[in-house]
Each structure stands twice: as structure tokens, then as C-alpha cells.
């Protein structure tokens, strides 16, 4: 139970019975030190000091350690007598004056640090509470991937795969865009990355993807500004003269398959820098299809 320092609670209590003469303005302390009105009314009748004495008393059997603060911070923090109307100013000024003493000249300086420490530890609750949401939703984004595998019918596995994959690009907070059509050509999606749009290409058919399929994708990115670059996905990953075929001069393609998914959806590694890998390898090496498993491994 929440007990106040017998010295502060004397002294609170006489500095009620001396250093306040108007109850208007008494009323108004115990208010803005989270009195609730039905409260003191409690005790309409009694003085000033006993009023006080039985406030903190409740608050003590309610356990409650702020209000107990607060009044004892209120009345530290005065800088003159609340009402100058007193019989007695100089004795009232001297109260005020021994409440700091006995509380200490570190007393605001402990009151700043406990406010800090209970916000660090709402700031912390806080994000371990999203911490954990996001990984539930990360494993539900997970499941629902997986259970892509089971799916016999190979073209609604195929739209099944674009969704999850939208919702993966949601999930790690891309400036991303659903498939769009311009004519008769159609775009999978589109995400900005750095300073680059990447159009992106899902693909989910039995076996590789042929030289064919990524120049088809690569004429897309032609008539596209030069800051357009490309991330093909094929869960069966690609034939060695497919990749060969886009790792020429200035290639602007990054590949991702199956296996390089399962890493991001599982959260061995995040969407971001598993993109960030690609391009890597990509500008530093000529490197289109960089396997992830080689930075986890």
C-alpha cells in the first residue's frame, strides 16, 4: 500500500490548515492534484486539516502513489503562499519553506526522471505490442504462401501467389501499385526503390523461365523512363541462357525465386534488404540473380 513519508504527510496536512483561507481556492489545489469534487465533499464540514488528513488517508488504502505525488509536487512547487489573506503569512511562507527542506532540493529533478522512465516504458510496451503484431502478421502472410503449394490448379495458384505477394510488399511498407494495364500490356506491379520505379513480373509455371519470358519483360521496361529497372519472380526459378541473356551491358533486371521468397516470408530476412542484396550485386557486380541463401548461410 502507497504510504506517504510521515514527516511530508504532517507537514502537508498543516500547510492545508494554515497556508490556504479561501475553500474556493482549496478546493481548486485538491483539484489539480486529481481530487476528484464528490471526493473531499466527503468531508464538507470538517477543517482543512482534517480534510486533508483523511484525503490521504483514502489515498493511501487506494493505493494510489500519483495523487499522493501530485500533492506533495503541488505544494513543493509554490512559489508563494496560495492565499495572502492568512492570519499568519510569515508562518505560512515558513511551512512551504520546511516542505522543501525535508522533500529535498532534488525533488523535481526525481519527478522529471520518473515521468521519463514511465514513458520509456510506455514507449517500450508499446513497441514490443507491435513488435509482436507484426510478426503474427508476418506469419499469417507465411501460412497463407505456404498453402500455395498445395494448390493443384496451377492459374489460381498463379493469382494466389500475385495477392501474397502484394500483401508482402504492404507489409514492409513499399510505395507499391497493384497490376495495371497500358494497351494491351500488362504490369504485374510497380515499387520505388531508392532513387529507381521497379516494375515487377510474377510468374508461377512449370519450370523455368526461358530466355523468351525475360525479353518480353525487358521490352516493358524499354518504353518505360531510364529510371525504370525490372524484379522478375518465378517460383521455378530461371534457365542458365535466361539469365545469361539480360547480364549484359547495363542490366537492370534483379531475379527472385521460390526458395529466395521462402527466406522473406519466413522473416530470415526482411523485404527490404533482400531487395537491397539484389541491387547490390546487381550495380556492383553485373549480378541479376543473386541467391539470398549465400547472406544467410
Known amino acids: 500500500m502507497a504510504k506517504m513519508n510521515y514527516d511530508i ?26 481530487i476528484k469534487r464528490d471526493h473531499y465533499l466527503r468531508y464538507e464540514g470538517e477543517n482543512k486539516y482534517k480534510m486533508m488528513r483523511n484525503i490521504i488517508a483514502d489515498l493511501e488504502e487506494k493505493d494510489d502513489e500519483e495523487t499522493l505525488k501530485e500533492i506533495v509536487k503541488n505544494l513543493y512547487n509554490l512559489k508563494s503562499i496560495p492565499d495572502p489573506n492568512v492570519p499568519d503569512p510569515q508562518k505560512s511562507k515558513n511551512l512551504l519553506k520546511e516542505l522543501k527542506e525535508i522533500c529535498g532540493s532534488d525533488l523535481i529533478e526525481k519527478e522529471i526522471e520518473d515521468r521519463k522512465r514511465e514513458e520509456r516504458s510506455k514507449v517500450f510496451i508499446q513497441e514490443t505490442s ?63 526503390y531508392e532513387k529507381f520505379d521497379y516494375l515487377l513480373e510474377i510468374k508461377w509455371i512449370e519450370g523455368k523461365i526461358r530466355q523468351d519470358d525475360l ?34 551491358k547495363e542490366p537492370r533486371i534483379i531475379l527472385m525465386d521460390g526458395e529466395d521468397l521462402v527466406y522473406v516470408f519466413n522473416g530470415n530476412i526482411s523485404l527490404h534488404d533482400a531487395i537491397k542484396a539484389k541491387v547490390d550485386k546487381l550495380v556492383k557486380e553485373g549480378n541479376t540473380f543473386y541467391k539470398l541463401k549465400k547472406i544467410l548461410s
Open 9 to 34: 504527510r504532517n507537514k502537508v496536512i498543516e500547510i492545508a490548515g494554515i497556508c490556504f483561507w479561501y475553500w474556493d481556492n482549496f478546493y481548486s489545489f485538491l483539484e489539480n492534484c486529481g
Open 130 to 192: 507491435t513488435k509482436v503484431q507484426r510478426e503474427q502478421n508476418l506469419l499469417e502472410l507465411n501460412n497463407r504462401f505456404l498453402c500455395l503449394f498445395t494448390n493443384s490448379d496451377h492459374q489460381q495458384r498463379g493469382f494466389e501467389l500475385e495477392k501474397v505477394i502484394y500483401n508482402l510488399f504492404h507489409f514492409f511498407e513499399f510505395d507499391f501499385q497493384k497490376p495495371y494495364k497500358i494497351k494491351d500490356e500488362q504490369i504485374d506491379g510497380w515499387y520505388k
Open 215 to 248: 525479353a518480353i519483360f525487358d521490352k516493358k521496361i524499354d518504353k518505360k523512363a531510364k529510371s525504370t529497372r525490372g524484379h522478375f519472380i518465378a517460383m521455378d526459378g530461371f534457365s542458365d541462357d535466361a539469365i545469361l541473356s539480360i547480364s549484359g
